[in-house]
């Protein structure tokens, strides 16, 4: 099974940056659209960004655009997220998926319930 391992959540301040990785074990993820997805609390999942296979084709929400930024290293079966400017409103725990079933696994997506893969979650809190 593929599994994926976020990484670098951490405490920021309003306005700062951090940069999230999420890397695959067992597999490579060249083959899957993957997804940045975020829950705060009492909140429903969204989906904050995403990215093709290929790495050719990338959405994000409108809360988030201008400020993050998804890439992937497919080399290094790693994806990113870049996010600048933080608020607030940003805290959550942040998640990445695979889109690993059906017949769109390429094909970049917001929708959590495309994906089927996910990691455990890392936290990021954006307070003063």
């Known amino acids: 099974q593929l599994q994926l391992v976020e990484s670098g959540g951490a405490l920021v301040q309003p306005g700062g940056s951090l940069r999230l990785s999420c890397a695959a074990s067992?597999?490579?993820?060249?083959?899957?659209?993957i997804g940045w997805f975020r829950q705060a609390p009492g909140k429903e999942r969204e989906g904050v960004s995403c990215?093709?296979?290929?790495?050719?084709?990338?959405r994000g929400t409108d809360s988030v655009k201008g400020r993050f930024t998804i890439s992937r290293d497919n080399a290094k079966s790693t994806v990113y997220l870049q996010m600048n400017g933080l608020k607030p409103e940003d805290t959550a725990i942040y998640y990445c998926?695979?889109?690993?079933?059906?017949?769109?696994?390429?094909?970049?997506?917001?929708?959590?319930?495309?994906?089927?893969?996910w990691g455990q979650g890392t936290q990021v809190t954006v307070s003063s």
């Open positions: 998926a695979a889109r690993s079933m059906g017949l769109l696994v390429r094909v970049c997506g917001l929708s959590p319930s495309d994906y089927d893969n």
């Open positions: 067992g597999f490579t993820l060249d083959y899957y659209a």
């Open positions: 990215i093709s296979s290929s790495g050719g084709t990338t």
